[in-house]
């Protein structure tokens, strides 16, 4: 079953919220899956999340291949949340990824910490002797403007032969509060949360994007 691990040494990227937000989407569509929370903050909560969501913490550099392998065998997806550093750990989890994404917002900080992440990608790659997929996720960007910096940050990427999501992560309220009040973007409440509507959507497009991805990698 698909292993996609979210990798980013620079803190504050959005790996989790990316995360969690694939997690909750494939699970609303009847999908089991796993999450393993690699990060040692633990962000990563399933309060009120659906019941065919399980999570896993707690894993170590010794113990992440052998979680990955057990949660593989009982899920339809495995989502890994990575710690903010190029880890044995990490290494380790993009090893045995189907599908390695790499969020970064729209700066060049982040794009420094998506850079590291290709480089380990492209050294595991050869030692896997396979290519790992990958996909860069712009996180937290503005629903109405591209900044200069974002469309620098996306030339720059471009120019170097690595792809993008066409789906952006939208700077939303209700992701941020997927952390406070738990559940799904579809049992908050909408009395309390601002444009849960278009969180949704934005979502669903994101989701439905990476399960395209994964689609055309096993068919390749």
Not at 16 to 40: C, R, Y
Not at 79 to 100: K, Q, R
Not at 125 to 149: D, E, G, L, Q
């Amino acid at each position: 079953m698909p292993i996609i691990s979210f990798a980013n040494p620079k803190g504050g990227a959005g790996k989790t919220t990316s995360a969690l937000i694939l997690a909750t989407q494939l699970a609303e569509h009847g999908a089991k899956v796993a999450i393993i929370d690699a990060d040692p903050e633990q962000w990563a909560s399933l309060d009120g999340k659906p019941s065919n969501i399980s999570l896993v913490g707690g894993v170590t550099e010794d113990t992440i291949v052998d979680a990955i392998e057990d949660q593989s065998r009982i899920c339809q997806f495995v989502i890994i949340d990575l710690e903010g550093t190029a880890s044995l750990m990490v290494a380790n989890a993009i090893g045995m990824s189907d599908l390695v994404l790499i969020p970064i917002q729209g700066s060049s900080m982040d794009a420094r910490g998506g850079a590291k992440t290709i480089r380990l990608l492209k050294n595991q790659s050869k030692m896997a002797r396979r290519v790992i997929p990958h996909r860069v996720v712009f996180t937290r960007t503005s629903a109405a403007v591209r900044s200069r910096a974002l469309k620098n940050v996306q030339s720059q990427l471009e120019a170097n032969g690595i792809e993008v999501c066409r789906t952006h992560i939208v700077e939303r309220a209700a992701f941020r509060d997927l952390f406070d009040f738990g559940g799904t973007l579809t049992t908050l409440d909408d009395t309390r949360v601002s444009n849960i509507d278009k969180a949704i959507v934005n979502a669903s497009n994101f989701a439905g994007e990476v399960v395209s991805i994964l689609k055309k990698i096993e068919d390749a």
